[in-house]
């Protein structure tokens, strides 16, 4: 348990301390969602590939007050490439035990609400609709297992304001996450629409 305890205060330095961006990152486009060939040949068909399904990418590596990269670190966007403004995801991350552990995340204009399982427990709303953070310090509160991909951060709170324009979106991310610079940073090619 002191180990647990020992972890989690370091995560929590990480996502308080100030940052800045390390080196200037560029979008990439992730693989392309496409149908299960199993399914097509039982269908008789070829497989459905949509750009529908594209998304894209942004990882971002960070640096501290003196310039010296947290190799640790990573801040990751991902966004539909046909759906502007629509489901965008920022999570923080840190490299524990060889792989990337997400300890914070916002979500902005999600397509479905977020369930809070633990809303009596700790005075959360039952249900958030819209934009919202899963801060780390409510989901520390329920120690290592918040932080287990099958928990998925289960506490989550509502943003002041939705976003109106990517650059809302990487000030909301700045100020929640302690980086400098993430405003300046190049929104997504949304099918040629730039917010």
């Not at 479905?112 to 989901?139: C, M, Q």
Request: glycine fraction near 2%.
């Amino acid at each position: 348990m002191i180990e647990s305890g020992k972890k989690l205060e370091e995560w929590r330095h990480l996502i308080e301390q100030p940052k800045s961006i390390f080196a200037w990152p560029s979008w990439k486009t992730q693989k392309v969602v496409r149908e299960n060939t199993a399914k097509a040949k039982a269908a008789e068909r070829q497989p459905f590939y949509s750009v529908a399904a594209e998304r894209i990418e942004l990882l971002i590596q960070l640096m501290d007050e003196n310039d010296i990269s947290i190799e640790i670190v990573r801040i990751r966007l991902q966004a539909w490439t046909q759906r502007p403004m629509e489901d965008i995801t920022a999570t923080f991350e840190v490299l524990h035990q060889d792989r990337w552990v997400c300890i914070s995340r916002i979500d902005f204009a999600p397509s479905a609400p977020h369930t809070n399982v633990n809303w009596r427990k700790f005075r959360l709303s039952p249900e958030v609709n819209g934009s919202h953070i899963h801060l780390y310090e409510d989901n520390a509160k329920l120690g290592d297992e918040a932080f287990k991909p099958s928990a998925n951060l289960p506490n989550a709170s509502p943003l002041q304001a939705e976003p109106q324009s990517f650059r809302d979106v990487a000030k909301e991310i700045e100020q929640h996450f302690h980086i400098s610079g993430l405003s300046e940073l190049p929104p997504p090619d949304w099918s040629g629409r730039l917010l």
